[in-house]
């Protein structure tokens, strides 16, 4: 990871079904987890259940987030399915 | 004091620690929760668990954080297990020491309920046939949410 640049990572089912652990995007002005989550959904494939109608749970910089949260260079953002421990 | 782990853990050595957490305790409840047979599929033969680290940790913290600002809370150990579990293996254990046994029991299910639908933990079911991600149930949440 560089300084311009955004950890994306993905957990369990995603990660699997995605064959995606981890991803860098470059950083941009404004940019939301919205933002990536649309521009992921677009390479296809399994990755369109990134917009689509199962749930997908967000954290930036490992606290929760929502779909508006806006992403600096540096951050670390997440992806995963609603949790299942316990 | 939090412990995510692969190894297991041994319920009478951690109720021994609890113990030990002064004289103004004088209620101790535990709970652990254990690998069973059938979930979301019948014939499950194990688990596998998944977490974030890190993050699972901090969760955690304010899980027990919110509990102490509620309920009278002296100690409070949380072990959460990880990787591959068979059948019957113990999966988590909560326990909580409080002054009187209404803030040791309304706690410890706190605790419980809150860490099902917010640490960041995904569980595996395998069975002969295959595997199969859990899903988050509404019975869960609905538990977790009546704490609010």
């Not at chain 2, 099902?116 to 859990?134: L, N, R």
Request: charge should be negative.
């Amino acid at each position: 990871m560089t300084a311009d640049t955004i950890t994306i990572r993905f957990f369990a089912r995603l990660r699997e079904e995605l064959n995606t652990e981890q991803l860098t995007l470059p950083a941009q002005p404004g940019l939301t987890t919205g933002a990536i989550l649309a521009s992921l959904a677009e390479r296809g494939g399994a990755w369109t259940q990134l917009q689509g109608e199962q749930p997908v749970m967000i954290a930036v910089n490992q606290t929760m987030a929502k779909l508006s949260t806006e992403v600096r260079a540096g951050d670390e953002v997440a992806f995963f399915p609603p949790v299942t421990g316990g | 004091m939090i412990s995510i782990q692969t190894e297991d853990f041994d319920p009478a050595a951690e109720y021994q620690r609890l113990r030990d957490s002064g004289a103004g305790t004088g209620a101790i409840a535990t709970f652990a929760g254990l690998v069973r047979d059938s979930g979301d599929l019948s014939d499950v033969e194990g688990l596998y668990l998944e977490h974030y680290p890190g993050m699972t940790e901090q969760v955690i913290e304010g899980l027990i954080a919110e509990a102490s600002s509620r309920w009278d809370v002296r100690r409070a150990r949380i072990i959460h297990r990880v990787g591959r579990l068979a059948l019957q293996e113990q999966i988590v254990f909560v326990g909580v020491c409080s002054a009187h046994r209404s803030d040791a029991f309304a706690a410890c299910q706190f605790l419980m309920d809150a860490l099902k639908t917010s640490a960041p933990f995904w569980k595996k079911e395998i069975t002969a046939s295959g595997e199969h991600w859990v899903e988050q149930k509404n019975s869960d949440v609905a538990r977790s949410d009546a704490w609010k």
